[in-house]
């Protein structure tokens, strides 16, 4: 049946998403010295000067190499909101500007506005599923010793359609939460001495379930900021976090 298979596979992930995108980057203001999902999602870089999109498509075909070119079409994607083209784009730039920490944080801000949409997505889906569920429906009226009538073929069908709905946009919601990460963990590789970026990588690790990287950004954070006023929050999370993670020290 779809709606026990949903409890058991699906239900986890499905509050663990909700509550990280809901909470987890309110606490810190995380990305306050950057470009962060706020100003992604506000339409960063569109201005007077933000190429059209044909533009700085035609110039980034005729000039594979150029990271330039790459740069504009990732801001002209994301002028028009167009989330995964301007990830494509801003991939390709880190790849001929590795070290480009700036750019590398607005792709982890791209990647976690991705993940959250995706995350909306699955909300939806749960509550269609919910107002489909055995006894929430019309059929929960008429009973028959004492028990709802069975979902006819038609709900059954739309369930199924639901399901899978739900379990692609769950996945979906983690690998591009898990990809924010992995552009933390390259932004950290260029400044690794920055306590900032230490805690916008815990934020996004927790937010994608890894918990051992959380658990070690956050330990690098306070080595490098023990006396920064949100150290004592900190540290109460990384207790919680080793708690559920069975890590000791």
């Given at each position: 049946?779809?709606f ?59 000039n ?21 083209d ?46 489909l ?62 306590p ?32 920064d ?5 900190v ?15």
């Open positions: 049946m779809f026990p298979r949903l409890r058991r596979h699906a239900k986890w992930m499905f509050v663990l998403l909700a509550v990280a995108f809901g909470l987890g980057f309110v606490g810190f203001g995380v990305g306050a010295g950057g470009i962060g999902v706020g100003d992604i999602l506000r339409g960063h870089g569109g201005g007077s000067g933000v190429p059209s999109v044909s533009d700085a498509e035609r110039r980034a075909s005729e594979p190499r150029d990271p330039q070119a790459f740069r504009d079409l990732a801001t002209a994607y994301q002028a028009r909101g167009r989330t995964n301007a990830i494509e784009a801003l991939e390709r730039y880190a790849e001929l500007r590795p070290k480009d920490a700036n750019a590398l944080r607005e792709l982890a801000g791209l990647y976690l506005a991705q993940a959250s949409e995706a995350q909306q997505r699955a909300q939806i889906a749960q509550a269609r599923a919910a107002f569920a055995p006894g929430s429906t019309v059929a929960g009226i008429f009973q028959i010793g004492n028990r709802p009538l069975d979902p006819d073929p038609i709900t059954s069908a739309v369930s199924q359609s639901i399901e899978q709905e739900l379990t692609t946009a769950l996945t979906e919601a983690q690998q591009a939460a898990a990809k924010a990460v992995d552009a933390y963990r390259r932004i950290t590789a260029i400044s690794p001495n920055d900032n970026l230490q805690l916008e990588l815990a934020q996004a690790a927790e937010s994608a379930g890894d918990l051992a990287t959380a658990i070690s950004a956050y330990e690098r954070f306070l080595e490098l900021a023990p006396t006023p949100t150290a004592p929050e540290k109460r999370i990384l207790r919680q976090l080793r708690a559920r993670s069975g890590a000791t020290g």
